[in-house]
């Protein structure tokens, strides 16, 4: 895929309608997603698993990589001593990628935004890492991260900084008077794909669940 594909992919994913357009998108990318995100410069999964690995013990189980996407941050997590890591994505091309990397213990296809098909209180952590940005999902998808993640356990977010300041910030404000959580880590404003122009801001942050 040339420069100007991969733009209009990422516009195209940008500006989708809904979920099943942001699947749709994300299904034709993802046999050269890897190759893609690499040559931008992708950063999202490092700064992510670094802020986890601040607040997570080595080998916590069982982890949700929320957004998995093609498993880029599973393949670290396993490096790393995580090995027990189950993967969500509304993408099934996607999913087909991250299972032949073969790090992941169970691979479902749901969207963040619906009730997720897990128990409650069952991870004790979660990582989600490019997912709450422009046209894929916004502060609708936190609520029920917080009923699946299990009390004293962590969620690590990627967050569109456009999002940011129009209601996700409010929204953690408020679960933070209600005592829901703790906003643990804030990485302030940084540029996801250095490599790719006109990238707006996002930042990553971990909240600690009550
Ligand atoms: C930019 S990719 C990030 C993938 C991976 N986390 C990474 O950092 O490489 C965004 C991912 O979010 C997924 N996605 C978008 N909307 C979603 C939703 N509502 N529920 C679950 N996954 C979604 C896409 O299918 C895609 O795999």
Known sequence: MNAEDKTSRLGAVYQAASPQDVARVYDAWAEKYDEDMSLAGYRHPAISLAILARHVPKGAAPLLDAGAGTGLIGEWLAITGFRHVEALDISSGM????????????????????????????????????VFTSGHVGVEGLDDLFRICAPGGVIVLTVKDVLWQSGFSARIAELEAAGVCALIDDTGPYVSMPGEEGTTPSRCIALKVH
Do not use: E, H, M, W
């Open 95 to 130: 999913l087909a990628v991250a299972g032949r990397k073969g790090v992941y213990t169970a691979l479902r296809q749901a969207a963040l935004g619906t009730r997720l098909p897990f128990a409650d209180n069952c991870f004790a952590a979660i990582i989600s890492a490019g």
